[in-house]
């Protein structure tokens, strides 16, 4: 779960480039002003590259949070 | 690039932004823009490029937004769906036989003003054009192996527009074929992205599309000279094993590839790229075979030859003296490893290309690059005299090695003409490109140069230069600006084929006579190359250093040092 939640730090980090570290864990698309639909897109992607798998966009068109994101990674 | 790593070129990215870049497009622009914008930065020495998008399916709408924001360029991504929406896998209008016959009406009347709105785009920012990179779903009745008459107009429409747009000076055509190379018709299309975010391609064909649309908008400024080997690179066989006679470059010979060689060496000295020889060889039998009569490369269009024994290095610097051009503007092309090893760590900037004789594909491939290196949108009447002025340069060595003496000038017979530069293409090409003779090594977008030539207290002018031994054409660009008693140049280039002809003098003797300003301010900078301009200006400075900034140049101290001038000086530029 900690290789889990180191990568998808880094995809934060380029996705969200002004939040702090320390907000990942709670972050979400109504706490992250900049966390909108192309920004979601763009994470996922992000994701797709760093954990090297396809990501399924409907699958995880729901998952707009850091756990969410998190816990669906782990599942896979 | 990956879209993690495009995302930190942007982040790391300094400064405010200077550029404005429209990406004018129909679907969302996602990741073009992600990608688009990172390789702007990159190409801006890691500065912000701010990339303009529009409005979702409007084209149309989105070209014309784009003029009339302004900008440093456009890139426009033109898709089927934007020549008729029926066209795209997110439109439910159906696909019966008169909904088809529609399309292709509809297809024909958009595309007319496409190319308006293009052409409107590009009368005030550069524009680079991509057309439709997806293929069609499968509308007609056809089975999709075969092409049927709908397909075939649509083909012929798109085809139509970008061979209309293409005649437009400032409109660039991306080229299909390359874009294939890198991203493959088949691993284009994301078609569950297309439905799910109205963005249709895959990262992969965002990125290559990304970066060769940037490469169209603003190329990098072509390669000037190319030194060939012979042995197994212009002709297959050692000439020195096996003779004149039995050297090749044909089918029968099986050695067509060297025959291709040629035809682009002949191609490239055609379109004003220096082409000349470094050979370990025999110059007693280089003569002799250069003389063959089927040669397709003219051995007049090759200069110099250099056939010695010696360090092919000390060929090249040789060959770099008599072009007075930098090992970094220039490409060495050789059959040998070592050869190329030992010319690239002499010059480090110099960039080695193998010729693999023994491999048609690859050399095939090298072709390809070599154009690369040296493509360009025109050839202007100064590329057609650049051989033949080094060629008359060379041919005096006596009287020019060193500083000419007065005595010489003045026997010249030189002829400098000035001209106002308002819109030309050489001048705009000559300060983009010149780094000895350069006051601060700016360089300039389309967009830059365009304001710069539009300037209300500005000038822009180009000097041409002609003596008895030829014509150089137009081999040095003033540009600067006027406030109240004094004259500002912030641009001065000069060719290094115009050195020792005491032009840079006769120039600012020029502009202090024409603008009667008792004082010029040059907006100078110190770049690594530009030595020979910090030279004219330390013949100035009286022993202070020189420092970037502001330089003030007086017309009493101007006039004191100024050598004795023998031009003959032919005004266009204020009569």
Redesign the interface.
């Known amino acids: 779960m900690d290789d889990v939640r180191e990568k998808l730090g ?2 934060f980090a ?2 969200f ?1 002004k939040l702090d570290p320390s907000q990942y864990a709670t972050a979400n698309a109504e706490t992250v002003k900049e966390w909108d ?2 920004a979601q ?2 994470l996922l ?2 994701i797709a ?2 954990f090297e798998r396809e990501i399924d ?2 699958e995880f068109e729901d998952a707009t949070s850091f756990e969410a994101l998190a816990r669906a990674l782990q599942v896979q | 690039m ?3 790593e495009a ?2 070129v942007i ?1 790391q990215a300094e400064g405010d932004a200077q550029r404005t870049v429209h990406l004018v497009c129909g679907f ?1 622009p ?2 073009v823009e ?1 990608f688009l914008k990172a390789y702007l930065i990159q190409r801006s020495s890691g500065v912000r490029v701010n990339v303009a998008t529009g409005l979702y399916g409007d084209l149309e709408g989105n070209l014309q937004r784009a003029r009339e924001t302004g900008g440093d360029g456009a890139i426009a991504v033109v898709e089927w769906s934007d020549l008729d929406s029926r066209l795209g896998l997110r439109a439910s209008a159906g696909w019966r036989a008169e909904t088809l016959n529609d399309i292709l009406v509809q297809v024909d009347e958009r595309r007319e003003r496409l190319k308006d709105g293009l052409a409107r785009l590009a009368a005030v920012m550069p524009v680079a054009v991509a057309g439709p990179a997806l293929a069609l779903p499968p509308l007609s009745i056809l089975p999709p192996t075969q092409s049927g008459d709908f397909e075939l107009h649509l083909n012929v429409a798109v085809t139509m527009l970008l061979q209309q747009v293409a005649q437009y000076p400032a409109i660039t055509v991306l080229s299909s074929g390359s874009l294939s190379l890198l991203s493959p018709a088949e691993s284009r299309h994301d078609v ?2 297309e439905l ?2 109205g ?1 249709p391609y895959t ?1 992969k064909h965002a990125e290559v599309l990304a970066h060769q649309s940037v490469q169209c908008l603003f190329p990098l400024p072509p390669k000037k000279g190319l030194i060939t080997d012979l042995d197994q690179t212009l002709w297959k066989g050692i000439l020195g094993d096996v003779g004149t006679d039995a050297v090749s470059w044909s089918l029968e010979g099986k050695s067509q590839v060297h025959a291709l060689y040629q035809q682009l060496l002949s191609s490239l000295a055609e379109s004003g790229v220096l082409v000349a020889i470094a050979s370990k060889n025999d110059p007693t039998l280089v003569e002799e075979a250069l003389k063959r009569s089927d040669l397709l490369v003219e051995p007049s269009k090759i200069f110099p030859v250099e056939a010695s024994w010696g360090p092919k290095s000390e060929a090249v610097s040789r060959i770099l003296k008599v072009w007075n051009i930098g090992a970094d503007s220039v490409v060495l092309v050789d059959d040998s490893p070592m050869e190329l090893a030992e010319v690239g760590e002499q010059f480090p900037g110099l960039e080695c290309l193998r010729f693999p004789s023994d491999d048609p594909a690859a050399v095939v491939a090298l072709l390809g690059q070599i154009r690369e290196r040296f493509g360009k949108k025109r050839v202007l009447e100064e590329d057609r005299i650049r051989l033949q002025s080094i060629r008359n340069t060379a041919e005096r060595p006596a009287e020019i090695a060193g500083e000419p003496t007065a005595d010489f000038l003045a026997r010249l017979g030189a002829v400098m003409t000035l001209e106002a530069a308002s819109s030309d293409a050489r001048a705009f090409e000559l300060v983009n490109k010149t780094n000895q003779f350069n006051l601060n090594g700016l360089r300039y977008t389309d967009a830059e140069w365009n304001a710069i030539s539009q300037r209300p207290d500005g000038f822009l002018l180009t000097v041409a230069y002609e003596d008895r031994f030829g014509p150089l054409g137009r081999i040095a660009v003033l540009g600067g600006y006027y406030t109240k008693d004094t004259c500002h140049v912030d641009i001065w280039v000069m060719s290094c084929r115009a050195f020792s002809r005491q032009i840079e003098f006769q120039s600012i003797r020029q502009l202090f006579a024409k603008t009667g300003a008792p004082e010029i301010r040059f907006r100078f900078k110190a770049t690594d190359r530009n030595g020979p301009l910090q030279s004219f200006f330390a013949s100035f400075s009286h022993g202070v250093e020189l420092k970037d900034g502001e330089l003030r140049l007086g017309a009493e101290d101007f006039d004191r040092q100024c050598p004795q001038l023998f031009h003959k000086v032919n005004d266009k530029w204020m009569t």
Do not use: D, V, W, Y
Request: net charge neutral; glycine share 4%.
């Open positions: 880094r995809c380029l996705a480039p639909s192309i897109l763009t992607n992000l590259e760093e966009l409907e | 990956r879209l993690s995302l930190q982040g969302s996602l990741h992600t569950k992205m799910h975010a963005f990262l």
